[in-house]
């Protein structure tokens, strides 16, 4: 299974220097987990950057994949993450989602680097 963080569904909509390394993980829908969190960074940024279109385009595309909603569980999970490995708000909730599902976590966040079962591509 897979998550992907939004600075890397990002990269790939861009199609910058790391889309490549995200491609395969995002395109293997069936292995695809996607936070809610992920859905609204990631509409945000896009809608910011170009129209909502563009936005409503990647969302789709995201949608392909199994949406995970935050529910209390996840909640606990996530400040628990938040607490002990000092990271933020989304950043606690993605990473409290991948763990739930014994997901590797693809992401070009520092915050996620050294963590277990994350794969980081720093930004180029």
Request: negative net charge; charged residues 20%.
């Amino acid at each position: 299974m897979n998550v992907i963080d939004s600075s890397a569904w990002l990269s790939y909509f861009s199609n910058d220097d790391n889309a490549k390394v995200f491609v395969k993980p995002i395109e293997a829908t069936i292995e695809l987990i996607v936070p809610s969190i992920t859905l609204i960074e990631v509409f945000k940024c896009i809608l910011r950057q170009r129209d909502e279109n563009s936005a409503l385009e990647a969302i789709a595309c995201m949608e392909q994949g199994k949406v995970i909603s935050l529910d209390s569980n996840l909640s606990i999970d996530a400040a628990y993450y938040g607490v002990s490995l000092k990271l933020p708000l989304a950043d606690s909730i993605i990473y409290a989602t991948a763990m739930k599902y014994n997901a590797i976590l693809w992401t070009q966040d520092a915050d996620f680097k050294l963590l277990t079962n994350v794969k980081y591509f720093p930004k180029q």
